[in-house]
């Protein structure tokens, strides 16, 4: 009986290694919420990713995590966390150019347009296939497995946390991989625009695993929607009235090309003109979204915005202006916060879609937010 009892322990301890988690050496006492409380603790004392998506944004995060020296970060602890308290252990992608390969290399392999901001070495993480199921985009030849063995690989990378960095408008996969990932007892980041944490049964499912679910769209440090929403916020706040106003992209990149093809660009427009709206407490005409692709501007990004406003005896104030910024570089402080967050979350039992997180680092929510009001709270819960 003992020696059954023996055997079964070092099972599960063998089980918890080969997930890369700890089981607390604590010989005292404890209840068992505390014990469990210190279980978790243990389990995500290291922040695990494995990355769904090798393109142009995991180019520059991978870059991020692997550079001795990052110039701009913004918030240097989050939840207790550093940036290098951040391993990347894995990386699965379904284009033949990329599975197979070193991580270090995949990044910068076609069709990724991102820039090379650092140096990287070999990281020893092959990039493995991952699920489909929807259509594969016309760019790539595909190699993929099923879902079941992409779950047994995830759990073999001992991660305990999944981002999702596939192209938009694979909503079936991205809710494959969430599903995944759950069973494999992963907390799941879905920076892409599908309804992934705003399904709020799916949210209560990880909830209920003890486990984290934030999205979607991941909403970039200082892209067209942040700077669109900053700048009505300060015009409102100046007592302007506005009355119309319109953001229109252009970009390179895959993700560019994918997103003008109907209906993927209706379904980000919409996201991002609702985002826009929600940052004013009055209705006005609005339209934000990606007009074209321009193959040759790589992973840049141009954003046009033209506001029409309201003063003093109805006085007019106009606005015409752009905004330049690379789309990769720009989602790195928001998913190294993100991803420090949502470990910092599990910790303090802040299970299931926490909207502090959600409001925060996403575009796409269940319920409106303000910009500014979104960060202090996020600051206020973890810095
Ligand atoms: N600042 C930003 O760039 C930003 C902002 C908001 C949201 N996002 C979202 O982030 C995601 C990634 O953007 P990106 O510019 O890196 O895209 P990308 O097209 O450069 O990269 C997508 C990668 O996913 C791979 N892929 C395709 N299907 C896959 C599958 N089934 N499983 C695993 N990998 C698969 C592709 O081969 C490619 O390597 C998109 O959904 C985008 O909407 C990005």
Redesign the pocket.
Known sequence: MAKGKKQARSKAKKALRSKGLRRSSSKTKTSSKSRSAAFLRSEISGIKVAI????????CFVQSIYAKELKGMWHEKIGNYRRNDIKIVGA????KR?VGRDLADAIFSE????PKFSAVPKTGIIVQA?????E??RH?T?Q?IDASDFRDQLKVTGANIVL?????G?AD?SFD?AEAALKAGCSFIN????SIASDSSLSAKFEASKLVLVGD????QF?GTAFHKGILDFMNSRGLRIEKSYQLDVGG???????ISEPIKLE?RDIKTESISEELPYKFETVAGTTDYVDYMG?NRTSYFWIQAKSFFDSDVKIDVYLRTN??A??GNVLIDVIRAVARARQKGRFGSPKEICDYGF?KLRKPALLRKAHEEFLSQYS
């Open positions: 769904l998506g090798i393109g142009n944004v995991a180019s699965f992608d379904i284009d990329k069709p990724n347009v991102s991952g699920i489909v199921n929807h594969v985009p790539l595909s993929t999702n960095l596939i192209p938009s694979m996969t991989y920076a892409t625009p599908e769209d991941l909403l970039s892209g990149g895959s993700e560019t090309l994918n997103t980000k992973n789309d990769a720009n989602a575009k």
